[in-house]
């Protein structure tokens, strides 16, 4: 069923729009905001570039003089800039291109060289513990004497004292008076007393090495010295007896 139907009377406005604005005399239908008029002068900006040269088409002469004399302003207007300004005679300024923050070439030598300093004497230490302290001492207390001895004339008489306490300071094996010297030698200062070593008896090994004084005398090692050497003197056998063997018939 269509909906009842509403019935026109005189009071009902079929009309819902919102009420229409009636044009009146102070009415302006342009909203846009007033136009400004142009005059004489404003002709005058598109004359010139951003620059302050002639705008349009010039022949070649005109443009080489207007270029010319615009170098002269800017180089007159330069000349009078401040050194601050301007940047001359002030020393370049760099920056990390990671961090962005100025940096100090100055303090980066020297920590360079630092670096490199103790890199250095890093090495030298390395090198003297590879070839042995002992042995790398002895070399530069030989080297020392040498040259006190090239330094001194080639001629040597029995008088010479430094010859003499070089000969009496040498240790010779054998020599009955070895232990006194050294004891003389301790007491005085000049040498460090002796380690005390291991005199017992004690399992061979491959670099002949001695147990530490110590030492208790129990065997605690897994026994691969043990069979190093059976293994070795098998060899040896057997060898032994291959060469009885292809001799057995001469």
Known sequence: MNPPRQNHNKGYDSDLSPPRMSKSKNYDPDLSPPRKSKSRNDDSDLSQTLDGKKAGLQDARALREETEAHKKREAVHFSKLSKEVTGVGQAAILQDSKTGRKRNLEAEAAEEREKQNRQTELNE???????????????????KDDLYEMSKPLARYADDADLDRRLRDQEREGDPMLEYIKQKQIEEGKRKPDRPTYEGSFMPNRFGIKPGYRWDGVDRSNGYEKKWFEAQNAKTALQEVAYKWSTADM
Do not use: I, N, S, T
């Not at 003297?128 to 080297?143: F, P």
């Open 125 to 143: 230490k390395y090198a003297k513990w590879g070839k042995g302290l002992k042995q790398v001492e002895d070399r530069e207390e030989k080297l």
